[in-house]
């Protein structure tokens, strides 16, 4: 399985810890950064990992910033991503499991590391239950 991941400032340790999890359980993983704790400008990280999902290049995204608000408004701008915030584990199992969501959103100011390595294995590791749920995900793309 290959995931994308990418992070402002606020993530930087997370996505560290987070990218050698992953490794660790033989995933491949796409940095997109950053790699340092200096401000940077949320969007530049975000629309990389956004493409490859949206791209069909990588399996999941994994997306971390300080709220998780802004890198999931940005993600949810490319076609064919569902990107949501996920906090607890339940919460990341409904994203899954309802919403379909290829890309997790984790607040790095609201969680501890271990919660959000624990966030990912639980997204990664959750199923789509399709049924009822999958023509609510299928009323979420526009036409224009």
Same mark, same amino acid.
């Given at each position: 399985?290959?995931? !994308?991941? &990418? /992070? ?13 999890? =992953?490794?660790?359980? &033989? ?12 401000? #940077? *400008?949320?969007? *530049?990280?975000?629309?990389? #990992?956004?493409?490859?999902v949206s791209? &069909?290049? #990588?399996?999941?995204g994994i =997306?971390? $910033?300080? !709220?998780? /608000?802004?890198? @999931? ?5 490319? +076609?064919?991503?569902? @990107? &949501? ?8 199992? =409904?994203?899954? %499991? ?6 997790? $959103?984790i607040p ?5 590391? +271990?919660? @959000?390595?624990?966030?990912? *294995?639980?997204? =990664?590791?959750? *199923? ?5 749920? %999958? ?8 036409? $224009?």
């Amino acid at each position: 399985m290959t995931i !994308s991941i &990418g /992070n402002d400032h606020a993530g930087t340790e997370y996505k560290q810890a987070i990218q050698e999890y =992953l490794e660790s359980k &033989g995933f491949t993983v796409n940095n997109y950064g950053t790699n340092t704790n200096d401000s #940077v *400008d949320y969007p *530049d990280f975000v629309h990389p #990992v956004a493409t490859d999902v949206s791209n &069909g290049k #990588v399996d999941f995204g994994i =997306l971390i $910033c300080g !709220s998780a /608000n802004g890198v @999931a408004i940005t993600a949810n701008k490319h +076609q064919k991503v569902r @990107a &949501g915030i996920c906090w607890t584990k339940e919460i990341t199992e =409904l994203t899954r %499991q309802h919403n379909n969501a290829n890309i997790c $959103c984790i607040p790095a100011r609201f969680t501890a590391i +271990q919660q @959000a390595i624990q966030i990912v *294995d639980t997204f =990664l590791n959750t *199923d789509f239950e399709g049924g009822r749920h %999958q023509k609510r995900v299928d009323k979420i793309p526009i036409s $224009c």
